[in-house]
C-alpha cells in the first residue's frame, strides 16, 4: 500500500516507508506513567503524521522500514498512522526511498502547530536582515512579516532576502511559536516562488472568529473596563526593562525614560477580550508627544479615563496566547468611523 492510498480508517495497513523524523515522550495515563513515540513518515507518494505505543529500539531517523498491521484513522482532520502491540516494524538496511513531500496550501489565519509544514502565498513587509557567526562563519538572518487577506504573522528567512512589497509563494514553510505568537522561517529546503499578483488587506473581524494567535487583525468594539495600574512607566534607557524604584540594578548610571503602558477590556458584541498597549499605539490616540510626556504624566490616567472608558473604538492588534485564552497586543487604535462600520457590516453579512 502507498501511502496516498490510505483515504480514511483501516485497521490492516501495510507499507513500506521512511521515517522522517522520531520523536519520544513521556506521559501519565489511568495505568500510570508509559512512553510513546511520534513524528512523520513518507514514501513516493507523499508525507503522514505517526503515533506508535511501542517502537523497536536500533530503528532512527532517516531508516527505511516495512509495517505491517497499523491502524489509520483520522485526527484533527489528517490522516494518521497508529502502531500498537500487534504491528510489525521491520527494518530494510541498505535501502531508500525518494519522498514526496507535500505541503497544505493554508491561508495565514489558519496556521497550527499541529500542521509544521505548509505552503503559504503572502506579501513581505518590513523585512530586514542581521548577521551572525557560527562555528566561524557568517551567516545572515531575514526578519519581517508576510501577510494575507486573513492575517499576519512574523516570518525568518535563513540566507534568503525577500523583498519588502513583493508577493512570495513559499513551499514547505515551518510553523512555530514565538513570543506567544505564530511565526514561519523559511530554510534550504523551502521553495520559494516569486508572484506578480497584489493582495488587498482589510481584515475586520468578530472576535468569536478568531481562535489561534493571528496578527493584524482590526477589531470595532466598546472599551468596557481600564485597568487601575494603566498609566506612566519608568524603563532603563539602555536595557529597556521597567523600574520599580527608579534605579537600573544592571545600569545604575543610565538615565531613565518614561513609558506608558495602559491595559483594558474591550467587547464587540460577540465576545470580550483583555487587550494592552503601549505608547506607540496609545500616544497618537492621545494626541500626545515623547516631549510631552514629563508634563502630562500626573494626568495621564486621567486622560486615558476620557478617551478609552466607555468609547466605540477601532484596534489593529495581534492575538496573543495567555494562560487560558487570546488577548490582544494592540498596534493602533482610534475613534471608530462610518466608513469602519460599513466594513464591520460587510464583515458581519
Known amino acids: 500500500m502507498k501511502l496516498s492510498e490510505i483515504n480514511g480508517e483501516n485497521a490492516n495497513v501495510e507499507l513500506k516507508v521512511k521515517i522522517l523524523s522520531l520523536s519520544r515522550r513521556?506521559?501519565?495515563?489511568?495505568k500510570g506513567e508509559t512512553v510513546y513515540y511520534y513524528g512523520l513518515l513518507g514514501d513516493e507518494t507523499g508525507v503522514i503524521p505517526y503515533t506508535a505505543w511501542e517502537f523497536p529500539a536500533p530503528i532512527k531517523a532517516g531508516?527505511?522500514?516495512?509495517?505491517?498491521?497499523?491502524?489509520?484513522?483520522?485526527?484533527n482532520d489528517r490522516i494518521r498512522l497508529y502502531f500498537d502491540s500487534k504491528t510489525e516494524v521491520l527494518l530494510k538496511p541498505g535501502e531508500d526511498i525518494e519522498v514526496k513531500r507535500t505541503y497544505k496550501e493554508t491561508k495565514l489565519m489558519d496556521l497550527s502547530l499541529k500542521n509544521p509544514f505548509v505552503t503559504v502565498t503572502g506579501k513581505i513587509s518590513n523585512m530586514s536582515g542581521k548577521e551572525y557567526n557560527k562555528a566561524g562563519n557568517t551567516f545572515t538572518i531575514y526578519n519581517g512579516f508576510i501577510e494575507d487577506d486573513t492575517s499576519r504573522v512574523r516570518i525568518s528567512s535563513f540566507g534568503q532576502a525577500l523583498e519588502n512589497g513583493r508577493i512570495y509563494r513559499m513551499v514547505g514553510a515551518r510553523v512555530s511559536e514565538f513570543n506567544k505568537q505564530l511565526e514561519l522561517s523559511i530554510g534550504d529546503k523551502t521553495e520559494v516562488i516569486p508572484e506578480d499578483e497584489d493582495m488587498d488587506f482589510e481584515r475586520y473581524y468578530k472576535l468569536f472568529e478568531v481562535d489561534n494567535p493571528a496578527g493584524g487583525i482590526t477589531i470595532l468594539g466598546f472599551i468596557i473596563t481600564l485597568g487601575t495600574k494603566s498609566g506612566i512607566i519608568k524603563r532603563c534607557s539602555e536595557c529597556n526593562k521597567p523600574l520599580a524604584n527608579g534605579v537600573c540594578p544592571d545600569h545604575p548610571d543610565k538615565p531613565t525614560k518614561l513609558d506608558i503602558f495602559t491595559y483594558f477590556t474591550l467587547d464587540d458584541g460577540t465576545k470580550y477580550i483583555q487587550c494592552i498597549a503601549g505608547k506607540k499605539a496609545i500616544m497618537p490616540f492621545l494626541g500626545i508627544k515623547d516631549e510631552d510626556l514629563p508634563r502630562?504624566?500626573?494626568?495621564?490616567y486621567r486622560m486615558l479615563e476620557d478617551k478609552l472608558y466607555g468609547h466605540a473604538v477601532r484596534v489593529n492588534a495581534d492575538f496573543i496566547k495567555s494562560e487560558e485564552?487570546?488577548?490582544?497586543?494592540?498596534?493602533?487604535?482610534?475613534?471608530?468611523?462610518?466608513?469602519?462600520?460599513?466594513?464591520d457590516i460587510k464583515v458581519s453579512q
Do not use: H, W
Request: aromatic residues 8%; without cysteine.
Open 26 to 30: 513521556e506521559t501519565t495515563t489511568s
Open 325 to 343: 485564552d487570546l488577548s490582544l497586543r494592540v498596534n493602533f487604535i482610534a475613534g471608530i468611523t462610518k466608513e469602519d462600520i460599513d466594513k
Open 63 to 75: 531508516d527505511v522500514v516495512q509495517i505491517k498491521y497499523a491502524r489509520s484513522r483520522i485526527y
Open 296 to 300: 502630562v504624566a500626573g494626568d495621564i
